[in-house]
């Protein structure tokens, strides 16, 4: 029943080393969101795709990047990661309506060795 | 950017006790929701409320948009609502959500 499913649920990478995260959706929503949410924190934007268009916030590092191949499909790409990357990433959808709330998938938490 | 503050920052209660948390941002909004984060990091949306009262079960939330403030609601708490409440603003045209500072929730037995 999962409409966000973000995969996988926990990875270790090793410092330095790239690392993707994967969303997916069945919702069929336009716009897509990833964030970034460190420990004792809220979670913070770090970019969105409305449709193809790629969105990044002023303050998201630049080691961070993301690919939308298709409606279904967002990944988030951390280059080089660092200590200071360790987090949960969450991913959210949301169709562009008048009244239309973000759905969250369960996110991946991110450590780094 | 916009402010977002939550009050209180940690509550601990009792086992059915009934608790208010409250949301006030620094700006108008078009819109804002209330989460849930479990302990095991997954956030649960409960409310998607721009303006008035709703209710589900225990939990109810009310919204004054012209005076900048959020409400949430639970009553006869159980140890399952323990976890970090957090509300969270739209703005902007794709409805970036900024969230709030939250609200650590222990129930106890």
């Known amino acids: 029943d999962a409409m966000v499913i973000q995969n996988p649920r926990y990875q270790v990478t090793q410092f330095g080393k790239p690392v993707t995260l994967s969303c997916s959706q069945t919702l069929n929503h336009n716009v897509m969101y990833w964030y970034q949410q460190k420990s004792s924190q809220a979670p913070k934007l770090l970019f969105h795709y409305y449709d193809k268009d790629f969105n990044n916030e002023a303050d998201t590092p630049d080691n961070f990047q993301s690919r939308r191949p298709n409606t279904s499909f967002c990944f988030l790409d951390i280059r080089s990661p660092g200590l200071g990357d360790a987090a949960m990433y969450l991913c959210?959808?949301?169709?562009?309506?008048?009244?239309?709330?973000?759905?969250f998938g369960d996110g991946t938490r991110l450590s780094i060795l | 950017g916009i402010q977002v503050e939550q009050s209180p920052p940690d509550l601990i209660l009792q086992e059915g006790a009934n608790s208010t948390l409250r949301c006030n941002f620094s700006d108008s909004v078009n819109n804002l929701q209330w989460f849930h984060q479990n302990p095991w990091g997954q956030l649960i949306n409960l409310f998607y409320i721009p303006s008035g009262t709703k209710q589900n079960g225990r939990l109810s939330a009310t919204t004054v948009a012209t005076e900048r403030y959020s409400l949430l609601y639970i009553s006869s708490s159980q140890t399952t609502d323990s976890g970090v409440y957090f509300c969270a603003v739209h703005t902007g045209t794709a409805s970036k959500l900024t969230f709030g500072t939250g609200t650590r929730l222990q129930v106890t037995l």
């Open positions: 959210a959808t949301r169709i562009d309506r008048r009244g239309q709330p973000q759905h």
